[in-house]
């Protein structure tokens, strides 16, 4: 296992592959969930480095989940994904960083594997 891990919180079966795939090509070690549940166990148990969180998710938003990973003190980079416009994913980046979150940036939706890869190259421990 690397020292690069992604871990990828989507709702989003197709997104999650894409990201997984792109992540992979990266370097990265990847886990995909959707699951608030599992999303914690990964967090706590795997430790990824990078975090992809979508906000807008059913059970569990991704505002909520930024609350989960300041509660742990998460180290990881987190990166904010979502379909919703530039105000929101703002304001996210906003909260994370008033959290003590490390924000490494926000992507809007639907996301442009290059541009993706290119984030997580930069991304990347070396």
């Known amino acids: 296992m690397s020292g690069n891990r992604l871990l ?6 197709a997104f999650g592959e894409v990201a997984a795939a792109v992540g992979t090509k990266s370097g990265y070690d990847v886990k995909v969930t959707s ?3 599992e999303f914690r166990q990964t967090l706590s148990d795997w430790r990824p480095t990078v975090i992809l969180l ?6 569990r938003d991704g ?3 930024l609350r989960d990973l300041a509660e742990v003190s998460s180290a ?4 904010i994904t979502s379909g919703a416009d530039d105000s929101i994913l703002n304001a996210a980046q906003r909260l994370g960083v ?3 979150l490390t ?7 639907p996301v442009r594997a290059a541009l993706l890869r290119n984030t997580l190259d930069r991304l990347k421990q070396a």
């Open 98 to 100: 008033a959290y003590g």
């Open 8 to 13: 990828v919180v989507d709702d989003q079966p």
């Open 35 to 37: 699951d608030a549940q």
């Open 54 to 59: 979508d906000l807008q998710m059913p059970e």
């Open 76 to 79: 990881a980079a987190i990166l």
């Open 63 to 65: 505002i909520e989940l």
């Open 103 to 109: 924000i490494a940036g926000a992507l809007q939706k």
